[in-house]
């Protein structure tokens, strides 16, 4: 076990898109360390500076890509937006897959960079902040430095979960996720009051990754009239190809259009659908042959506009079944919310995961743990190895479980048609 004077200086990275509360994480680690004497080196953008790193022709330098921490650097930083030292997608482990890609010296560069680059600045342990890219980039750095000499430097790794998608095992909500949500509802409930104004619907598509959590969150507390993820798709939007079983565009658009109907039936001539952005990754491949991905080899969903495309499908199919023209406006939500101001929940989860990291470290002398918290903001830390699938060396997504209470809420909440959710226990909803 680490003592206590073994970690004097440490580093800090953040990477991934931006969430709400993220400088209450960095304010209270950093501010944890320092003030009791140790020193503290926040890495600028992410990965990007300390995967280039080189001995000779890319030293890193202070001010220009890292900054050392001081006690006035945290008055007020707790409740701001964005992210102090920003951040970047930069993954030094891509082109990783299995534990033997590690011995390959060619597909390790970029994390035997940065592990130079921080014993050359004499970091005693990297505290990474981040989704579970960053957290498999934490756990390949942690492995492969197990493929050191026994006399070799050691830098530790602590990782705190990041996400506004809240799709990550080992922690009931990630911290972001309901100031999001909340920012996300209020846009909902605006286009809720166009969509009355103008006897119109609006088919929302929203951030949330693979899982369904976000899209629950907004359309459960926005009031939508459905809302759909990838743990609601059963056969009936499926269809065989050639290539496999994928979700069809045009099922899903007649499910929405029988909701219309069923709703103007009974004098409701508007509404809200709530898609998430997940939905595209069930897309058949034609669909997606051409889409953007980031640098994690994932579907670049906010780059497909998939909300409009299920939109116009509607319009058409609505048109064809009744002789008569619908409004149908798709639109995205999400970006907005990233770097909203924190809601108090967000800057107090934010700032605990913060403090949980100095005491794993300094406390607990932790190595190859993810800080957590559960019941009343209680700690607890997670060895890398129950979160990281030991064959690919991935982070699992954690889906929410179809039957749930939670999986249950929505479909109690939302318009009941027969078709819509003949399968889900509840009463109709108008």
């Known amino acids: 076990m680490a003592k206590p004077q073994d970690v004097q200086r440490v580093g800090l990275v953040f990477s991934g898109g931006p969430a709400p509360g993220a400088n209450a994480v960095i304010a209270a680690a950093a501010s944890s360390f320092v003030e009791d004497g140790r020193e503290v080196v926040g890495f600028f953008h992410g990965y990007s500076n300390l995967q280039d790193y080189h001995p000779v022709t890319r030293r890193l330098l202070p001010d220009e890509h890292y900054r050392i921490f001081e006690p006035r650097d945290f008055s007020g930083l707790r409740n701001s937006r964005g992210v102090l030292i920003g951040t970047a ?9 299995s534990p033997a890609d590690l011995d390959d010296p060619k597909k390790s ?14 970091i005693d342990a990297l505290i990474s902040i981040g989704g579970d890219g960053t957290l498999t980039t934490a756990s390949f750095l942690h492995e492969w430095q197990k493929r050191l000499p026994e006399e070799a430097r ?10 506004i998608d809240n799709d990550y095992f080992g922690i009931d909500f990630t911290f972001g996720f309901f100031t999001a949500a909340d920012v996300m509802t209020k846009g909902l409930q605006n286009f809720r009051a166009d969509a009355i104004a103008t006897s119109s619907y609006f088919i929302v598509e929203t951030m949330g990754r ?10 459960i507390a926005g009031e939508a009239n459905l809302v759909l993820a990838p743990e609601d798709i059963g056969v009936d939007l499926m269809e065989d190809t050639d290539e496999g079983r994928f979700l069809s565009p045009e099922r899903l658009a007649e499910q929405i259009v029988d909701l219309i109907i069923y709703r103007e039936k009974r ?24 889409a953007p991905r980031d640098q994690h080899g994932n579907v670049a969903h906010g780059k497909l506009s998939f909300g409009q495309m299920v939109a116009h499908t509607c319009a058409a199919i609505y048109e064809k079944r009744t002789g008569q023209r619908k409004k149908l406006t798709g639109v995205a939500l ?23 990291a100095y005491r794993a470290l300094v406390e607990e002398g932790l190595d190859g743990h993810m800080v957590s918290v559960r019941g009343q903001l209680d700690l607890h830390y997670v060895p890398f190895h129950e979160l990281i699938d030991p064959q690919t060396m991935l982070a699992t997504v954690r889906y929410i479980k179809p039957g749930s209470d939670f999986h249950r809420l929505a479909r109690f909440m939302e318009t009941r048609t027969d078709r819509v959710t003949e399968w889900a226990p509840g009463r109709r909803r108008e």
């Not at 560069?109 to 004499?122: C, F, G, P, S």
Request: proline residues 7%; contains cysteine; aromatic residues 6%.
């Open 89 to 97: 997608r930069a993954n030094p482990g891509r082109g990783c897959t």
């Open 109 to 122: 560069q970029k994390l035997r960079n940065v592990y130079n680059a921080l014993v050359d600045l004499e």
């Open 154 to 163: 050691r830098v530790r790794l602590v990782h705190v979960p990041k996400t």
């Open 210 to 219: 693979k899982s369904g959590w976000l899209s629950y969150a907004v359309g």
């Open 267 to 290: 004098g409701k001539h508007y509404g809200t659908i709530v898609l998430a952005e997940g939905l595209v990754e069930l897309l058949p491949p034609d669909l997606l042959a051409e």
């Open 334 to 356: 999400g970006y907005e919310a990233r770097s909203a101001p924190p809601n108090a929940f967000d800057v107090m989860l934010g700032s605990q995961l913060g403090i949980g």
